[in-house]
T-cell receptor, first 113, second 113 residues
Framework: SAVISQKPSRDICQRGTSLTIQCQVD?????MFWYRQQPGQSLTLIAT?????????ESGFVIDKFPISRPNLTFSTLTVSNMSPEDSSIYLC??????????FGSGTRLTVV | KQEVTQIPAALSVPEGENLVLNCSFT??????LQWFRQDPGKGLTSLLL?????REQTSGRLNASLDKSSGRSTLYIAASQPGDSATYLC????????????FGKGTRLSVIA
């Protein structure tokens, strides 16, 4: 199955600043998925990132707040912009790995103070 | 649109007990179903993937079943250990193919030594 390297693993940020999260996959994949997991909650899809096109955002998530880059078939970034304490969550990227199902990065634990 | 529900939300058992976690889904035309484990503050580890053509999958002390007609999946853990303590999530693709996963809210398991 695909292996995803996600960075950073955790960060503590000041409100009003931005953080960029990176995911590197060890194989080429068509789509990458970005999720948010708020404290005590399950995973919620933020957006689907296709290489060569604009990301598709779910209801309640907008590009200005969560811009996504997908420069090639193995890499993507998610930026959390103008952060507030409500953005404190675990952010995860994921890809579909054929017969192995879906693989997830190790997550980025973000705390906004 | 696929929806996934998990019960119970939390479960506490003594070490050595066999236990069952439940997952329900609304669309019987399910493509596959995947069980994950999540330790606090961490990413997701895939446990078992069941394709729509399969009835069950086994890995060590874990056995997952899939009943499309009733819209249910179960994760059976034999001879539970304190190291099994974690949150268990089930998820299914929103639609067949390379689409985002829809997650249940998870079952938080505590195995008491």
């Amino acid at each position: 199955s695909a292996v995803i390297s996600q960075k950073p693993s955790r960060d503590i940020c000041q409100r009003g600043t931005s953080l960029t999260i990176q995911c590197q996959v060890d194989s080429q994949v068509t789509m990458m998925f970005w999720y948010r997991q708020q404290p005590g909650q399950s995973l919620t899809l933020i957006a689907t990132a296709n290489q060569g096109s604009e990301a598709t955002y779910e209801s309640g998530f907008v590009i200005d707040k969560f811009p996504i880059s997908r420069p090639n078939l193995t890499f993507s970034t998610l930026t959390v912009s103008n952060m507030s304490p409500e953005d404190s969550s675990i952010y995860l990227c994921s890809v579909e790995s054929g017969g192995y199902g879906y693989t997830f990065g190790s997550g980025t634990r973000l705390t906004v103070v | 649109k696929q929806e996934v529900t998990q019960i119970p939300a939390a479960l506490s058992v003594p070490e050595g007990e066999n236990l069952v976690l439940n997952c329900s889904f609304t669309d019987s035309a399910i493509y596959n179903l995947q069980w994950f484990r999540q330790d606090p503050g961490k990413g997701l580890t895939s446990l078992l993937l069941i394709q729509s053509s399969q009835r069950e999958q086994t890995s060590g002390r874990l056995n997952a079943s899939l009943d499309k007609s009733s819209g249910r999946s179960t994760l059976y853990i034999a001879a539970s250990q304190p190291g099994d303590s974690a949150t268990y999530l089930c998820a299914a693709p929103r639609e067949p193919g390379n689409t985002p996963l829809v997650f249940g809210k998870g079952t938080r398991l505590s195995v008491i030594a």
